[in-house]
Protein backbone atom coordinates (compact mmCIF):
# COMPACT_ATOMS: atom_id res chain seq x y z
CA UNK A 1 0.00 0.00 0.00
CA UNK A 2 1.47 3.01 -1.24
CA UNK A 3 0.48 7.28 -1.62
CA UNK A 4 1.74 8.54 -5.10
CA UNK A 5 1.00 11.96 -6.45
CA UNK A 6 1.86 13.58 -9.33
CA UNK A 7 0.19 17.22 -11.33
CA UNK A 8 -0.59 18.63 -14.50
CA UNK A 9 -1.42 15.89 -16.91
CA UNK A 10 -2.87 18.87 -18.93
CA UNK A 11 -4.56 15.64 -21.14
CA UNK A 12 -6.42 16.83 -24.70
CA UNK A 13 -8.17 13.59 -25.81
CA UNK A 14 -10.91 15.71 -26.86
CA UNK A 15 -10.21 19.07 -27.00
CA UNK A 16 -7.98 21.62 -28.04
CA UNK A 17 -4.37 22.00 -26.88
CA UNK A 18 -3.02 25.32 -26.38
CA UNK A 19 -0.13 25.17 -24.57
CA UNK A 20 2.71 25.73 -27.56
CA UNK A 21 5.72 23.92 -24.95
CA UNK A 22 3.40 21.00 -24.92
CA UNK A 23 3.11 20.71 -28.52
CA UNK A 24 7.19 20.17 -29.07
CA UNK A 25 8.53 19.69 -25.93
CA UNK A 26 10.54 16.33 -26.09
CA UNK A 27 9.19 15.61 -22.40
CA UNK A 28 5.63 16.25 -23.73
CA UNK A 29 5.67 13.59 -26.53
CA UNK A 30 3.49 10.70 -25.85
CA UNK A 31 3.32 11.98 -22.02
CA UNK A 32 -0.42 10.21 -21.73
CA UNK A 33 1.37 6.79 -22.72
CA UNK A 34 4.43 7.13 -20.80
CA UNK A 35 2.76 8.33 -17.65
CA UNK A 36 -0.21 5.30 -18.31
CA UNK A 37 2.97 2.65 -18.29
CA UNK A 38 4.62 4.30 -15.38
CA UNK A 39 2.02 3.76 -13.48
CA UNK A 40 0.84 0.73 -14.81
CA UNK A 41 4.16 -0.65 -13.61
CA UNK A 42 4.62 1.34 -10.07
CA UNK A 43 0.84 1.32 -8.86
CA UNK A 44 -1.48 -1.64 -7.54
CA UNK A 45 -5.06 -1.32 -6.75
CA UNK A 46 -4.31 -0.90 -3.05
CA UNK A 47 -2.57 2.24 -4.02
CA UNK A 48 -3.96 5.39 -4.27
CA UNK A 49 -2.90 8.42 -6.46
CA UNK A 50 -3.18 12.22 -6.16
CA UNK A 51 -3.58 13.85 -8.95
CA UNK A 52 -2.45 17.89 -8.19
CA UNK A 53 -4.37 19.39 -10.84
CA UNK A 54 -4.51 20.53 -14.78
CA UNK A 55 -5.79 17.37 -15.33
CA UNK A 56 -7.43 18.20 -18.55
CA UNK A 57 -7.09 21.40 -21.21
CA UNK A 58 -11.29 20.79 -21.67
CA UNK A 59 -13.39 24.10 -21.40
CA UNK A 60 -16.33 21.87 -19.89
CA UNK A 61 -17.28 18.58 -18.40
CA UNK A 62 -18.22 17.24 -21.85
CA UNK A 63 -15.30 18.42 -23.45
CA UNK A 64 -13.00 16.17 -20.59
CA UNK A 65 -14.84 13.12 -20.81
CA UNK A 66 -12.14 11.00 -22.20
CA UNK A 67 -9.51 12.92 -20.62
CA UNK A 68 -11.35 12.02 -17.05
CA UNK A 69 -11.80 8.15 -18.38
CA UNK A 70 -8.72 7.83 -19.22
CA UNK A 71 -7.60 8.67 -15.41
CA UNK A 72 -10.59 7.03 -14.17
CA UNK A 73 -8.95 3.66 -15.89
CA UNK A 74 -5.24 4.11 -14.45
CA UNK A 75 -4.42 1.46 -11.54
CA UNK A 76 -5.28 2.37 -8.11
CA UNK A 77 -7.49 5.07 -5.91
CA UNK A 78 -7.50 8.78 -8.05
CA UNK A 79 -8.50 11.78 -6.12
CA UNK A 80 -8.45 14.87 -7.44
CA UNK A 81 -7.26 18.29 -6.70
CA UNK A 82 -8.37 21.23 -8.95
CA UNK A 83 -5.97 23.39 -11.15
CA UNK A 84 -5.88 26.07 -12.83
CA UNK A 85 -6.72 25.51 -15.87
CA UNK A 86 -9.81 22.74 -14.48
CA UNK A 87 -12.22 25.15 -16.29
CA UNK A 88 -14.75 21.76 -16.22
CA UNK A 89 -14.53 21.83 -12.23
CA UNK A 90 -16.81 24.45 -10.55
CA UNK A 91 -15.41 24.04 -7.06
CA UNK A 92 -19.13 24.92 -5.66
CA UNK A 93 -20.62 21.74 -7.78
CA UNK A 94 -17.64 19.46 -6.15
CA UNK A 95 -20.73 16.69 -4.78
CA UNK A 96 -22.70 16.93 -8.60
CA UNK A 97 -18.84 16.06 -10.08
CA UNK A 98 -18.72 13.27 -7.16
CA UNK A 99 -22.17 11.54 -7.38
CA UNK A 100 -21.30 11.48 -11.43
CA UNK A 101 -17.72 9.96 -11.53
CA UNK A 102 -17.32 7.90 -7.91
CA UNK A 103 -16.16 4.65 -6.97
CA UNK A 104 -13.69 5.61 -10.04
CA UNK A 105 -12.64 9.38 -9.39
CA UNK A 106 -12.70 11.41 -6.02
CA UNK A 107 -12.87 14.68 -6.51
CA UNK A 108 -11.45 16.53 -3.19
CA UNK A 109 -12.44 20.06 -1.90
CA UNK A 110 -13.17 21.40 1.66
CA UNK A 111 -13.36 17.82 2.62
CA UNK A 112 -10.47 15.55 3.35
CA UNK A 113 -10.08 11.65 2.19
CA UNK A 114 -7.42 9.15 4.71
CA UNK A 115 -5.09 7.51 3.86
CA UNK A 116 -4.05 4.95 6.35
CA UNK A 117 -3.86 7.02 9.54
CA UNK A 118 -3.28 10.60 7.66
CA UNK A 119 -5.90 13.00 6.21
CA UNK A 120 -5.27 13.95 3.02
CA UNK A 121 -6.43 17.70 2.86
CA UNK A 122 -5.97 19.71 -0.93
CA UNK A 123 -7.26 22.94 -2.03
CA UNK A 124 -5.80 24.49 -5.69
CA UNK A 125 -4.60 27.26 -3.22
CA UNK A 126 -2.94 30.60 -5.30
CA UNK A 127 0.43 32.05 -6.42
CA UNK A 128 0.75 35.97 -6.94
CA UNK A 129 2.21 35.51 -10.05
CA UNK A 130 0.83 38.95 -11.83
CA UNK A 131 1.40 41.84 -9.35
CA UNK A 132 5.13 42.09 -9.81
CA UNK A 133 7.52 42.03 -12.96
CA UNK A 134 11.35 41.09 -12.62
CA UNK A 135 13.78 41.67 -15.25
CA UNK A 136 16.79 38.89 -15.58
CA UNK A 137 19.00 39.96 -12.32
CA UNK A 138 15.80 39.07 -10.29
CA UNK A 139 15.67 42.79 -9.43
CA UNK A 140 11.03 44.02 -9.23
CA UNK A 141 10.78 46.76 -12.10
CA UNK A 142 7.00 47.16 -11.92
CA UNK A 143 4.05 46.14 -9.21
CA UNK A 144 0.37 45.93 -10.31
CA UNK A 145 -1.82 46.86 -7.29
CA UNK A 146 -4.54 46.51 -8.33
CA UNK A 147 -3.83 43.24 -9.50
CA UNK A 148 -2.44 42.25 -6.09
CA UNK A 149 -5.56 43.17 -4.33
CA UNK A 150 -7.33 40.66 -6.21
CA UNK A 151 -4.84 38.13 -6.08
CA UNK A 152 -4.81 38.77 -2.09
CA UNK A 153 -8.81 37.91 -2.31
CA UNK A 154 -7.97 34.44 -4.39
CA UNK A 155 -5.32 33.84 -1.56
CA UNK A 156 -7.96 34.07 1.47
CA UNK A 157 -10.81 32.04 -0.73
CA UNK A 158 -8.35 29.25 -0.98
CA UNK A 159 -7.34 29.35 2.51
CA UNK A 160 -10.18 29.27 3.68
CA UNK A 161 -11.16 26.29 1.52
CA UNK A 162 -8.01 24.42 3.14
CA UNK A 163 -8.78 25.40 6.41
CA UNK A 164 -12.21 23.97 6.23
CA UNK A 165 -10.40 20.86 4.63
CA UNK A 166 -8.04 20.49 7.52
CA UNK A 167 -11.21 21.69 10.49
CA UNK A 168 -13.38 18.77 9.24
CA UNK A 169 -10.54 16.21 9.33
CA UNK A 170 -9.21 17.10 12.89
CA UNK A 171 -12.86 17.03 13.92
CA UNK A 172 -12.96 13.73 12.47
CA UNK A 173 -10.03 12.94 15.23
CA UNK A 174 -7.02 13.07 12.77
CA UNK A 175 -3.96 14.34 13.35
CA UNK A 176 -1.43 13.70 10.87
CA UNK A 177 -1.84 15.30 7.33
CA UNK A 178 -0.30 15.35 3.87
CA UNK A 179 -1.49 18.95 1.79
CA UNK A 180 -1.87 19.25 -1.72
CA UNK A 181 -1.86 22.28 -3.50
CA UNK A 182 -2.23 22.51 -7.17
CA UNK A 183 -0.27 26.06 -7.41
CA UNK A 184 3.15 26.09 -5.49
CA UNK A 185 3.03 27.39 -1.70
CA UNK A 186 4.75 30.56 -2.37
CA UNK A 187 5.56 32.66 -5.11
CA UNK A 188 9.77 33.13 -6.36
CA UNK A 189 9.64 36.31 -4.06
CA UNK A 190 8.52 34.96 -0.91
CA UNK A 191 10.20 32.57 1.88
CA UNK A 192 6.57 32.28 3.44
CA UNK A 193 3.20 32.72 2.81
CA UNK A 194 -0.24 31.83 4.58
CA UNK A 195 0.04 28.32 2.74
CA UNK A 196 3.32 27.49 4.14
CA UNK A 197 1.73 28.97 7.46
CA UNK A 198 -0.99 27.04 7.75
CA UNK A 199 0.92 23.33 6.55
CA UNK A 200 3.05 24.92 10.06
CA UNK A 201 -0.14 25.27 12.20
CA UNK A 202 -1.64 22.17 11.21
CA UNK A 203 1.63 20.18 11.25
CA UNK A 204 1.24 18.62 8.18
CA UNK A 205 4.17 16.71 7.23
CA UNK A 206 4.55 17.16 3.61
CA UNK A 207 3.17 19.70 0.95
CA UNK A 208 2.87 18.24 -2.55
CA UNK A 209 2.31 20.74 -5.30
CA UNK A 210 2.61 21.16 -8.86
CA UNK A 211 1.72 24.23 -12.04
CA UNK A 212 5.76 24.71 -12.37
CA UNK A 213 6.35 23.72 -16.07
CA UNK A 214 9.47 23.59 -17.85
CA UNK A 215 13.52 23.67 -16.53
CA UNK A 216 13.07 27.61 -15.93
CA UNK A 217 10.19 27.61 -13.87
CA UNK A 218 11.48 24.20 -11.28
CA UNK A 219 13.04 26.31 -8.67
CA UNK A 220 9.95 29.13 -8.39
CA UNK A 221 8.92 27.49 -4.96
CA UNK A 222 10.60 25.06 -2.10
CA UNK A 223 11.88 22.37 -2.47
CA UNK A 224 12.72 20.02 0.42
CA UNK A 225 12.32 20.72 4.60
CA UNK A 226 11.22 24.37 5.19
CA UNK A 227 10.72 24.97 9.25
CA UNK A 228 9.21 21.21 9.69
CA UNK A 229 7.56 20.40 6.75
CA UNK A 230 9.08 18.31 3.64
CA UNK A 231 7.62 20.07 0.60
CA UNK A 232 7.74 18.61 -3.63
CA UNK A 233 7.25 19.83 -6.80
CA UNK A 234 5.19 17.31 -8.48
CA UNK A 235 4.72 18.59 -11.75
CA UNK A 236 4.50 15.81 -14.39
CA UNK A 237 7.24 16.87 -16.51
CA UNK A 238 8.88 17.43 -13.65
CA UNK A 239 8.61 13.90 -12.58
CA UNK A 240 9.29 12.75 -16.19
CA UNK A 241 5.67 11.55 -15.74
CA UNK A 242 6.90 8.63 -12.92
CA UNK A 243 4.74 9.60 -9.72
CA UNK A 244 5.92 10.78 -6.64
CA UNK A 245 5.66 8.09 -3.87
CA UNK A 246 4.84 10.27 -0.48
CA UNK A 247 4.17 7.47 1.95
CA UNK A 248 4.53 3.39 1.97
FE1 LIG B 1 -0.16 23.02 -15.55
FE1 LIG C 1 -1.45 25.14 -13.39
Request: negative net charge; aromatic residues 12%; contains cysteine.
Amino acid sequence: MALYAIGDLHLHFQSELKAPGQLHGRVWKNHEEKFRKNCEKLITAADTLVLAGDHSWGKNLSECEADLAYIRDLPGRKILIRGNHDMFWDAKKTKQLNELYQPGLTFLQDSYEVYRDYALVGTKGYTFEGPFLIDGRGRIVDWDAVEEAHAKKLVERELRRLRTSFESARADGYQRFIMFLHYPPTNILEERSGFTDMAEEYGAEQVIYAHCHGESRFRDSIEGEFRGVRYHLASGDYLRWKPLKVLD
